[in-house]
């Protein structure tokens, strides 16, 4: 095999490996009544390591965060809902980054 094509077998690895872990998780908050409740849970999660992206819904009372791991665990994200002053009713992975469930 040629360095150059070498180098991109090892760069499609890292892509695929740093992936892997990556999840979707869906939670359903209770006690979530305006803009501002939005607000403080998403710098209650945008403050998180592992998080690469958070989308609060006042509508559908739900957050929705892409995670880059494993972590945070469905514990810790209970516990930051808790902290941020709401109640989470319901914390589901949607996805594990491979398109699975
Ligand atoms: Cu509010």
Known sequence: MKPKSMLAMILFFMVITSTANARTVEIDVYGMTCAFCVDSLERNFG???HISKV???????????????????????KQTVLEAGFTP???EVISDGDGKK
């Open 89 to 91: 009713i319901n914390v």
């Open 55 to 77: 989308e609060v819904s006042l509508k559908n009372k739900k957050i929705r965060l892409e995670t880059d791991s494993a972590l945070p665990t469905i514990e810790t994200i």
């Open 47 to 49: 403050q998180m390591r």
